[in-house]
């Protein structure tokens, strides 16, 4: 049986307008695992609870198969927020110190090998530094503890996309040898599209789906047509429709079965963003 690195099962917690409702899923072993949807559907809520920062109403967390709240799970969990945390007077050799201190496996020469890679200088003050220079240290802090589980809460927002490259390109290598895993959650998909193995989508509290990249971006599709041909198709045949005023889209599951069923329509390809506004946004879903 393939293990986890997060086992989520049943996840409840409510606040005054918004319930996390019976959330679950899991990240495999040795996988990225991709996580969207919306701001204000979940996202940061359920990470915050993965790592205990807010107390679940009810349900299962188990982090590197242990409880999530064990000391021992959690020293092997790195963590980045979308936001730089380390106070502007604090250089990255003042970070090294305090942090050597708290991580048992912290690896010293690992850290000076990322800083020297990324460029990053040793003794310049964090506040001196630009967003992106500020992101590479936080997951190069994350990272030079060796963890074996990285959590990631929007950490490319607002990066340009050189930065972005060059952090995706280091969140591949970390999961190389399979023994290392990632739960990314991003609202910039096509970061998610780039790496991740599996994909979650969340939305008012509630997952729509978890499923693997590959099968989203190459078999999924979005059908167009006028609204008279959309009124012959067989519900069956789409998971979901929009009007886009000029013609009818619907988002299939299996665009080359589209294709064949209906060959004088237009199959297009759909990106993962696609099928998110599709489920977020739009239409009306089929009955099961």
């Known amino acids: ?161 050189v930065v972005r490259d060059e952090i995706l390109d280091l969140f591949l290598e970390f999961i190389q040898d399979e023994e290392h895993s990632i739960f990314f959650s991003s609202h910039i998909t096509s970061d998610i599209q780039k790496i991740a193995d599996f994909v979650i989508l969340i939305h008012q509290g509630r997952i729509v789906f978890e499923e693997q990249k590959d099968d989203l971006v190459y078999h999924y599709g979005i059908l167009k047509c006028g609204k008279e041909r959309f009124a012959s198709l067989s519900p069956d045949d789409y998971i979901t429709y929009r009007d886009t005023k000029l013609s009818m889209e619907c988002l299939v599951r299996d665009k080359e079965a589209a294709r064949r069923s209906y060959p004088d329509v237009i199959v297009d390809n759909a990106s993962l963003e696609d099928i998110m506004l599709f489920y977020i946004k739009g239409g009306v879903p089929c009955e099961d």
């Open 1 to 161: 049986m393939e293990e986890n690195s997060i086992l989520v099962r049943d996840l409840c917690k409510t606040f005054p307008g918004f319930t996390l409702d019976h959330v679950s899923f899991r990240v495999p072993k040795g996988r990225i695992v991709g996580f969207i949807g919306e701001n204000g559907a979940g996202k940061s809520t359920t990470i915050n609870l993965i790592l205990n920062e807010l107390t679940k109403d009810s349900g299962e967390i188990q982090l590197l198969g242990m409880e999530h709240t064990a000391r021992c799970a959690r020293e092997d969990v790195g963590v980045v927020f979308d936001e730089c945390t380390f106070h502007d007077v604090f250089t990255a050799a003042n970070l090294e110190k305090m942090l050597s201190g708290i991580y048992r496996s912290w690896d010293s020469a690992l850290y000076r090998q990322y800083l020297q890679r990324f460029r990053l200088p040793e003794n310049q003050p964090v506040g001196s530094f630009s967003k992106g220079m500020k992101m590479k240290l936080s997951i190069l802090c994350a990272l030079a503890h060796r963890p074996k589980l990285l959590i990631l809460d929007e950490a490319t927002t607002g990066l340009d996309p």
